[in-house]
């Protein structure tokens, strides 16, 4: 969760003093149990009541899950169906208040995730640790956190803060948890502290040898170098300010291995803590390239993301509220087919919604689970500037409930697409210039977003660096699709390229958006190509369609993007023709097309089968209904 989150729970825990509840903050917790499955915890609440047992699984690590923000009633979590709070207990520490609430949760059924901050100094009474643990800009000065004094952005290099960090993790991991969870693990480079700069030696000396080092940034003795000292001499105040654009992209893989390695370490500790294996998860934002390097390392992922538009403004790829957010689900799938992915809006997105505005939570929750994943509900959510932000339960609950009711629409599905959108972990990360990093991300970006828009069925294909993300790219998983597109300003290695040749002299299609003079002939390129890409609608772009595959059926998930901000609701979309190509192995026959919504009735609709094609008309849909041949 953004920084700024850390002020309001502060104050929480203040007024909770306020009111004579009495919070430990210096007793730890009972060390939990241990067996080779699963750990156990007893306790009591009363004299007379039952002593309570508990046992921890992973057994709840489910694609579906519903997580709600904070630490929600459980009456709250009753209405919704929930999986339980998430971004939840010992943001300052384990204390015996949150550890009764942890135990509240679990005798009602919920699991509880924690909250552990990895770089955000008010998690610590410590003043002194605040300060000399805190990340330094390039003349030495502390880096404030969101410029308030006494507040810092803390260094993942400096010792005194990883050792925090391992006895922070330990106790979370022992105060009776179901899973932790680590917010904001990335670390950009905005440190040149001593520590820093002396991880930064010892990684050119364990990369580079010493004629390597001369002949590629200048470098004649490792021992005197310091990477602070070399751009401040060349007049730069930050890495983007190196004249050298090789010594830049490798200070950026230094930044990149040198956190992924603790970050690794310190989720391990946090299991040898726990005593079993515990789920740790992490905010990585956005699921943007710098975050996408811990995906490996985790057990299942909720993340903040930017939706609207009018809260970053500086974010070219965004669509106007509700956003067009199949890419992301599309890219978390891609990236670990096995993992459970939850989104969220970030804190500046939450300072421009009402929370009147709970048809867009529904639309949020709908769009997610129609591509595989879930969404995050918020309760008591911090809003930038201040105060929180919480939907009401029985306003979301119908959603809810009716993705409980309906399983069969969301689970065991093969999705169907055409088209495959390349993702290069390499080209979005460091590129050969980092300073094309953003623009290949935000191609990668826009480009679906102009897929979905478009209503061609598109999924992404990952392929990763072969450091951080092992993930390679093969012609078996092109050859799933009919279409390869490729961003601008990828820069793909030989291996990459002889890959796209062996696809294209199989009969594939590869599009790269660098041939292309603007990003609006995309589609009309698509459409060029003679193939069937196996969807045509009259809709508009407010029309968002996924197709699925069951068993030897189809289902369609259909959602409604026009959203008026002023009546706070969506705007109908009506007569809404369809048609589908029919893949092998699916048959309609005896079939009837059913149409269900969470809201409103039911319906059957007629459909007329020519030539593998198949073709029906939707009246209307409010905000997300399925049509189903069952």
């Known amino acids: 969760m953004k920084k700024i989150i850390l002020l309001a729970v502060v ?5 909770v003093l306020a009111v004579g509840l009495t919070i430990n903050l210096t007793k730890k917790p009972p060390a939990a149990e241990e067996s080779p ?30 997580w709600v923000f904070d630490q929600p009633a459980t009456d709250y979590l009753k209405e919704l169906g929930a999986t339980g709070s998430a971004f939840s207990v010992y943001y300052i520490g384990f204390n015996e208040y949150e550890r009764d609430y942890v135990e509240t949760l679990h005798r009602n059924g919920f699991r509880v995730v924690s909250n552990l901050p990895c770089g955000q100094s008010a998690t610590t009474e410590n003043m002194q640790l605040r300060e000399e643990a805190a990340q330094r800009d390039i003349h030495g000065n502390p880096i404030l956190l969101l410029g308030l004094e006494g507040l810092y952005e803390m260094c993942g290099n400096n010792p005194l803060w990883r050792e925090f960090l391992m006895n922070r993790i330990a106790e979370q991991a022992k105060g009776s948890v179901d899973a932790i969870l680590l917010d904001e693990p990335g670390d950009i480079g905005d440190c040149f502290c001593d520590y820093c700069m002396r991880a930064f030696n010892n990684y050119l000396a364990e990369h580079y040898p010493p004629d390597e080092l001369r002949q590629l940034f200048g470098i004649t003795n490792l021992s005197t170098f310091n990477y ?8 730069g105040s930050h890495w983007w300010d190196d004249p050298n654009p090789q010594l830049q992209v490798v ?3 230094f930044r990149y291995w040198e956190r992924t390695r603790f970050i690794g ?9 726990a005593g079993w294996d515990i789920p740790v998860t992490a905010n990585v934002y956005g699921l943007e390239p710098n975050h996408q390097i811990f995906i490996p390392l985790l057990d299942f992922v909720i993340h903040e993301m930017p939706i609207t538009p009018e809260a970053h403004p500086d974010v070219d790829y965004l669509r106007p509220t509700p956003g067009k957010n199949f890419t992301n689900y599309f890219l978390a799938e891609s990236l670990d087919p096995e993992k459970s992915f939850s989104a ?26 129609a591509c595989g994943a879930s969404f995050m509900i918020p309760h008591q959510a911090y809003v930038y500037g201040g105060g929180s932000y919480t939907i009401a339960a029985e306003k979301i609950s119908p959603y809810t409930k009716f993705f409980a009711e309906h399983p069969q629409y969301y689970e065991n599905l093969e999705r169907i697409a055409t088209v495959a959108l390349l993702q290069d972990l390499h080209s979005t990360l460091t590129n050969r210039f980092t300073w094309l990093t953003y623009s290949a ?11 979905q828009e478009a209503h061609i069925p598109f999924e992404v294909v990952y392929r990763g660096d072969g450091i951080f993300v092992q993930k390679p790219l093969t012609l078996e998983a092109l050859q799933r699709y009919r279409v390869v597109v490729v961003p601008r300003d990828y820069d793909l290695d030989q291996e990459a390229l002889n890959i796209l040749e062996q696809y294209s002299a199989a009969g594939g299609f590869v599009i790269r958006c660098d041939d292309l003079a603007d990003d609006s002939l995309l589609v009309p390129t698509l459409q060029g190509l003679g193939i069937d890409l196996g969807l045509e609608t009259n809709a508009s772009e407010d029309l968002g369609l996924v197709v699925y595959r069951r068993d030897s059926s189809l289902l369609v998930h259909m959602l409604n993007y026009r959203y008026d901000r002023g009546a706070m609701d ?59 041949f069952e």
């Open 570 to 628: 969506f705007l109908n979309l009506s007569n809404l023709e369809v048609k589908l190509t029919i893949p092998d192995g699916v048959s309609l026959g005896g079939k009837r097309l059913k149409v269900i919504s969470p809201d409103g009735e039911e319906m059957v609709l007629n459909f007329s089968v020519q030539e593998r094609r198949v073709t029906f008309t939707v009246p209307s849909i409010h905000c997300y209904s399925i049509a189903s």
């Open 228 to 235: 602070r000292e070399y751009l401040l001499a060349h007049g």
């Open 11 to 15: 104050a929480v825990v203040l007024a």
């Open 37 to 66: 499955t699963e750990t156990q915890t007893t306790t009591k609440t009363g004299p007379t009541e039952e002593e309570f047992h508990y046992t921890f699984t992973r057994d709840w690590l489910k694609k579906g899950n519903v």
């Open 344 to 369: 969220f809006p970030d804190v500046f997105d939450l300072l421009q919604l009402s929370e009147d505005e709970w048809w867009l939570w529904r639309h949020w929750l709908a769009e997610a689970r």
């Open 441 to 451: 991300w935000s191609s990668f970006k826009n480009i679906g977003a102009t897929l």
């Open 251 to 253: 200070y950026l893989q």
């Open 265 to 273: 370490e310190l989720i391990q500790h946090g299991k040898q803590a």
